[in-house]
């Protein structure tokens, strides 16, 4: 098994047909980024099927290129210009789940990578400093200020929380689901990354810095970790569905913490 990626402008229906995944660009845009079987659903889904017959590679290109002037829009119902046509698709895929799924996984890993260097580092601070009464105050400066960082890095959330929230809308307004659905999907969904960085981070820190011996003591630690957390990243929740600007939304979200 071979991965192979090509950047190529025009292809033939041969050609189209190998490749598994497609990305579509327009002046620097992205249009579409996701399984090239599915690209002409989300092509129709905004307006414009592919008509019987064509290369869909012609089409794609014909209706994101704006050398052409006008566009067709469904099956000749309606002529838009190029450049409100690729408006449209771009608005579409920001918002759609594809584009969520990919920005959520560069912030997650980009986050624990983050944060479990820093608390490497905070580990290798506080390592061998004793047990004297000095060294038990500093542990437990030591342990405020890793609930302290993780409270604060609940804020890098909020943007995925914003445009949640746009295609929590939308789909609401069509039926698809409701609030208590919402609510307990994206709780669902988001625990897991809240327990890794809870856990492997948090034990990190907690054993070079030789805080407490006893599994029982850091099981206490890291639930005390992961419910903060939990607590914190509602409370985010909350403020996105309320206040959907970001600027605003980041500065409520330090004040109310």
């Known amino acids: 098994m071979r991965t192979i990626v090509a950047s190529i402008h025009q292809p033939s229906s041969e050609v189209f047909e190998l490749f598994d995944n497609l990305w579509l660009l327009s002046y620097g845009k992205t249009i579409y980024f996701g399984s090239s079987s599915k690209a002409n659903e989300f092509f129709s889904a ?9 290369n869909p590679s012609d089409h794609y290109l014909r209706t994101i290129n704006k050398d052409f002037d006008d566009i ?21 895929y920001e918002s759609s789940e594809a584009c ?6 560069a912030i997650i890993g980009f986050n624990f990578s983050y944060i479990f260097a820093l608390f490497l580092c905070i580990g290798a601070v506080f390592h061998e400093i004793g047990s004297d009464y000095g060294s038990i105050q500093a542990r437990s ?4 200020f890793v609930v302290g960082f993780l409270t604060f890095m609940a804020i890098g959330g909020f943007p995925s929380f914003v445009e949640e929230m746009k295609l929590f809308t939308r789909e609401r307004l069509n039926g698809h689901y409701g609030v208590g659905a919402f609510v307990i999907g994206n709780t669902l969904s988001s625990t897991p990354f809240l327990l890794l960085i809870s856990l492997v981070p948090g034990a990190v820190a907690y054993y070079l810095a030789n805080v407490q011996k006893g599994i029982d003591r850091f099981a206490y630690f890291f639930l ?10 509602s409370l985010i929740m909350i403020i996105a ?9 980041i500065i409520i979200g330090k004040t109310d913490r």
């Not at 905004?46 to 064509?54: E, M």
């Not at 400066?141 to 405020?144: A, K």
């Open 241 to 249: 569905s309320v206040v959907p600007d970001f600027l605003r939304g």
């Open 141 to 144: 400066s030591m342990l405020v």
């Open 46 to 54: 905004n307006g414009f099927p592919c008509p019987y017959l064509r």
């Open 72 to 92: 067709e829009e469904g099956f000749g119902k309606n002529i838009i210009s190029s450049g409100k046509a690729i408006d449209t698709l771009v608005l579409s």
């Open 224 to 233: 005390m970790l992961f419910a903060w957390m939990m607590i914190v990243e």
């Open 100 to 105: 969520l799924s990919v920005r959520q996984r």
